[in-house]
């Protein structure tokens, strides 16, 4: 990933311990695509897997997304840790991780049994509830799980004072 020269360094993220507090502390991401002259956002909750230093989400199988993404894997992600508005000071308190990344769609029912495990863990309040109820073998076959495999973090903090 080429890396840019922030304009304001001190605002700059550079701790990783700092940065996997953000995709901890936050549940959406957010990530950019374009297929030829069409551009396209998508917003989606995560799991995410530091080992592989990858995030996995799920989606419906024929949707806009997907196709998209069956055509150009490559995309910009953004997670917002948005800590809210500074009033009377005309400043935003917000943490973000940037990233660049490719999407694979997993084909394999106990990969994506895994990948939903792992997001229902980091998600639900009662995980083992959530997957008793959800990860049968039959709503496998009906959700598309992608793997979002990124190529390096950037994080930045909004200026506060």
């Not at 990860?135 to 190529?151: C, F, M, N, P, Q």
């Amino acid at each position: 990933m080429k890396q840019y020269h922030q304009r304001r360094p001190a605002q700059v993220i550079e701790d990783p311990v700092e940065q996997r507090e953000i995709i901890d502390a936050c549940v959406h991401l957010t990530f950019a695509m374009a297929v030829g002259d069409e551009p396209y956002l998508a917003t989606v909750n995560y799991g995410y897997d530091e080992p592989q230093k990858c995030f996995f989400f799920h989606c419906h199988p024929g949707g806009k997304k997907v196709r998209m993404l069956q055509k150009q894997p490559v995309v910009w992600g953004q997670i917002l840790d948005d800590r809210g508005y500074m009033a009377a000071r005309c400043l935003h308190d917000f943490r973000t991780v940037q990233f660049a990344g490719r999407v694979t769609f997993l084909n394999d029912d106990d990969q994506k049994r895994q990948a939903l495990f792992l997001m229902i863990d980091q998600l639900e309040p009662d995980p083992e509830a959530a997957k008793a109820r959800f990860v049968d073998d039959a709503s496998l076959g009906k959700v598309a799980i992608g793997r979002l495999d990124v190529e390096g973090f950037t994080a930045k903090r909004g200026k506060t004072s």
